[in-house]
T-cell receptor, first 115, second 113 residues
Framework: AQSVTQLGSHVSVSEGALVLLRCNYSSSVPPYLFWYVQYPNQGLQLLLKYTTGATLVKGINGFEAEFKKSETSFHLTKPSAHMSDAAEYFCAVSVQRTNAGKSTFGDGTTLTVKP | DVKVTQSSRYLVKRTGEKVFLECVQDMDHENMFWYRQDPGLGLRLIYFSYDVKMKEKGDIPEGYSVSREKKERFSLILESASTNQTSMYLC????????????FGPGTRLTVT
């Protein structure tokens, strides 16, 4: 079985501050890990993904995440927040090659960016 | 550019009506998914399909059915709509060739009155 826990349903940062959104997963096999972003009244779009290889993954809009197997974590960071980063962020885990790559999603973290 | 489209952005139906939500993807993806999204509950998987005419139940299939007669199209059916099915419905598709990440449609906000 696979599961995802996002720590903190709401995170607030000032513009220009570091963004850190936390995600921990559990999986009995090597996982694929994803971060998605959702802007109001839109579907989700992929920010970045980890499948295999390099554990530090860079995504769109200056975001990156590091896969830490020993900590079962995949935290999302961005050095300097912009107002346009305000959105809801979802971490997801997928077990490789089974169940159509069905993903399990975290409950989401709403990021607020204060001017 | 890859695309997942959903037949309606907003839909209002009456209790007891049969409701069809359509999803089409143009990427030749083998996998398609239907989720509902409610505040505080995240995304919950209703049904998914890994091939034409193949389907599997997700976490909350009760009150829903699906149809996949063609690879590009995945339909969600509410047999008899109820007020507790008022929600945002999201369709997604994926392929093993792209590492299983999911492309999402814009969503359909369904209100059942």
């Amino acid at each position: 079985a696979q599961s995802v826990t996002q720590l903190g349903s709401h995170v607030s940062v000032s513009e220009g501050a570091l963004v850190l959104l936390r995600c921990n997963y559990s999986s009995s096999v090597p996982p694929y890990l994803f971060w998605y972003v959702q802007y109001p009244n839109q579907g989700l779009q992929l920010l970045l993904k980890y499948t295999t290889g390099a554990t530090l993954v860079k995504g769109i809009n200056g975001f990156e995440a590091e896969f830490k197997k020993s900590e079962t974590s995949f935290h999302l960071t961005k050095p300097s927040a912009h107002m346009s980063d305000a959105a809801e962020y979802f971490c997801a885990v997928s077990v490789q090659r089974t169940n159509a790559g069905k993903s399990t999603f975290g409950d989401g973290t709403t990021l607020t960016v204060k001017p | 550019d890859v695309k997942v489209t959903q037949s309606s952005r907003y839909l209002v139906k009456r209790t007891g009506e049969k409701v069809f939500l359509e999803c089409v993807q143009d990427m030749d993806h083998e996998n398609m998914f239907w989720y509902r999204q409610d505040p505080g509950l995240g995304l919950r998987l209703i049904y998914f399909s890994y091939d034409v005419k193949m389907k599997e139940k997700g976490d909350i299939p009760e009150g829903y059915s699906v149809s996949r007669e063609k690879k590009e199209r995945f339909s969600l059916i509410l047999e008899s709509a109820s007020t507790n099915q008022t929600s945002m419905y999201l369709c997604a598709s994926s392929t093993i060739l792209a590492g299983y990440f999911q492309y999402f449609g814009p969503g359909t906000r369904l209100t059942v009155t």
